[in-house]
């Protein structure tokens, strides 16, 4: 079963930014469907961005779209998050998600889809 393991959060003032990794045990990452979400307190989990496997397609939620870009480095079996213009609503423990089941673009952002998860990272936006 892989592991994936998160690192990065932190606490950031707002229009800080922060780059989130994760870290797959996989030698086969690459061929995971993969992404983030997030959860705040009180909150659902909700879609932030992913990635299809192999085709390097990448799906945002309309809220971080033009602020967040996810990224990969196949060598090191890893995705990174990295978030830019950091809003207070951004608060929330993030988590890193993978499967290995292919996944059209509109099933991206559903998070009964994944079955492999972190632990989270917690990011707080406040001044």
């Known amino acids: 079963q892989v592991q994936l393991v998160e690192s990065g959060g932190g606490l950031v003032q707002p229009g800080g930014s922060l780059r989130l990794s994760c870290e797959a045990s996989?030698?086969?990452?690459?061929?995971?469907?993969k992404g983030w979400f997030r959860q705040a307190p009180g909150k659902d989990r909700e879609f932030v961005t992913a990635?299809?496997?192999?085709?390097?397609?990448?799906s945002y939620a309309q809220s971080v779209k033009g602020r967040f870009t996810l990224s990969r480095d196949n060598a090191k079996n890893a995705i990174y998050l990295q978030m830019n213009s950091l809003k207070p609503e951004d608060t929330a423990v993030y988590y890193c998600?993978?499967?290995?089941?292919?996944?059209?673009?509109?099933?991206?952002?559903?998070?009964?889809?994944?079955?492999?998860w972190g632990q989270g990272t917690q990011v707080t936006v406040s001044s």
């Open positions: 996989a030698r086969t990452f690459n061929t995971f469907t």
């Open positions: 990635t299809k496997q192999n085709s390097g397609m990448t």
């Open positions: 998600a993978a499967t290995q089941r292919r996944l059209i673009t509109s099933e991206l952002d559903n998070v009964e889809n994944y079955d492999v």
